[in-house]
């Protein structure tokens, strides 16, 4: 699912449909059960935070440890198409839905205001 993700979001054009059926059939994998899946989406939300967390570093030249030899280029490639205030920007966005999956929203709704930030294109420096 992580990989699935990463490689998603970091794409040059992100497909947002395919994106969020994919984390849809993740979560609904968990059964009816209504707690294990607002779990499974929390974890991703969190292996997301930890991806945005990784680029970050890489966008401000920190060392990033224990990176994948494959997904650092595409980390990195994202970064620098970002930036560093985007980054932070996508960091706070999936912080705020991890709190809205805790109140109880729609999963849906939480995994479409996740993804849909990263389906927009970065906006022009100022």
Known sequence: MRRKLV????????????????????????????????MRVSLVIRLLVEALRRALRLSLGADVSGLDAAEEPRLRAFAERLGSERLLELIDRCVEADYHVERRVQLILVVESVLEPFTRPAAAPR
Request: hydrophobic share 40%.
């Open 7 to 38: 490689e998603g979001l970091t794409a040059t054009r992100p497909n947002f449909a395919a994106l969020a059926q994919t984390w849809q059939h993740f979560y609904e994998e968990a059964g009816k059960d209504t707690a294990a899946q607002r």
